[in-house]
């Protein structure tokens, strides 16, 4: 006789347990992914909406909707970075500092997170820091076109040692500047102005001479060249720089009317400098009479600086005595000599006067400095 198969039922039971499990989990999974994307889409409109008021200024919305974002998706590097870079637009920045170091402990190398750090430390006035970071930057890492990004940042940087640091820092970001983007006409044109500030006029001269062989019809690269020139103590061809500038009518924001001064200025100073070759004994002090007399006054300015009330006199005393037409060279040396020790007392008490009136002098004594 044959015994029922008991076994049976107790295999299928668990057949239908396990399938309806398994049908339950994948119902979850679903579920959870289902769940998980609409969070993704929901933080990514946030993200979208909140960088569309970030862009128009719009600081309150933009700072609610990125936090949101920030919040529902914390993965998405993306959503921290422009949070971060929102709270330092909005002043917030005790909070732009807590996120940013967060970001920078994940991700040291990223190039977005550095230049935002760079960013504020400038802000606070932190700015050997915020080399530190802008160099960080540079060196990081970029999605996309990294080279035209580290190009932008190192122009950041550049702008601001301009205002902030030394000359030869200055000049150390503007020499691989000028060859990194060499076909670039609009950072050319940044790199000359720049070359200027650093006190290297001689580079800035020849970066504008290739602008103007590229753009022969831009007024700015003549005015930039006539400012280069200036500063070489190239009077004459400052002169026929601008004249180049006012003949192609000005453009953007440089109108005929800023460059008559310059225009001016440059034929004053040819009238003016004592070093032309073959210049005559007595030109030569004439010239040097009236350089003295433009360092007299701008002493009497800063009278209270350390000896100027003697030197002062001295000056005086130069300037009011009688000399036959039979002068030298040497007299005319005596009293450069006497307007190069007026100057250098005004600048260390005092400094250097912005004006226009004091334009002449400066660029002078700098000619007479080489």
Request: contains cysteine.
């Amino acid at each position: 006789m044959e015994l029922p198969n008991t076994k049976r039922p107790g295999v299928a039971l668990i057949v239908i347990l396990l399938v309806s499990i398994a049908a339950l989990w994948s119902m979850d999974v679903f579920l959870a992914r289902l769940e998980s994307a609409e969070l993704k889409n929901e933080a990514r409109r946030y993200f979208e909406n909140g960088t569309r008021f970030l862009k128009n200024s719009r600081m309150a919305p933009a700072l609610d909707l990125l936090r949101k974002a920030y919040a529902i998706d914390r993965t998405n590097p993306a959503y921290s970075v422009r949070l971060a870079a929102a709270l330092l637009a909005g002043e917030r920045l005790d909070d732009a500092q807590r996120l940013l170091t967060e970001i920078l402990e994940r991700s040291p190398n990223d190039g977005e997170s550095n230049l935002i750090e760079a960013r504020l430390m400038a802000r606070t006035d932190r700015f050997s820091e915020a080399a530190a970071y802008y160099h960080r930057a540079i060196y990081g890492i970029w999605p996309g076109d990294a080279q035209a990004r580290r190009v932008e940042v190192r122009l950041e940087l550049a702008a601001m040692l301009a205002a902030h640091g030394s000359q030869k820092d200055l000049l150390a970001e503007l020499l691989p500047l000028e060859s990194d983007a060499p076909d670039n006409v609009a950072v050319q044109k940044q790199v000359a102005r720049l070359y200027l500030s650093a006190g290297s006029a001689a580079r800035a001269e020849a970066v504008y001479r290739v602008l103007i062989r590229r753009e022969p019809e831009d007024a700015a690269n003549y005015a930039g060249l006539g400012d280069a020139e200036l500063a070489l103590g190239n009077y004459g061809s400052a002169e026929l720089a601008f004249d180049d500038a006012l003949r192609n009518g000005g453009s953007g924001d440089l109108k005929p009317g800023d460059l008559k001064p310059r225009v001016e200025l440059a034929a004053g100073m040819a009238a003016l400098d004592p070093t032309v070759r073959r210049l005559s004994s007595l030109e030569k002090f004439t010239r040097s009479l009236r350089i003295l007399e433009l360092a007299r006054d701008a002493l009497t300015v800063c009278a209270t600086a350390p000896g100027a009330k003697e030197m002062l006199a001295s000056a005086d005393q130069v300037l009011a005595k009688k000399l036959s037409s039979n002068v030298n060279n040497e007299l005319a040396e005596e009293r450069l000599s006497m307007a190069e020790r007026l100057w250098t007392t005004r600048i260390d008490s005092c400094g250097a006067d912005t004006s226009p009136q004091d334009e002449p002098l400066r660029l002078i004594m700098v000619k007479l400095a080489q």
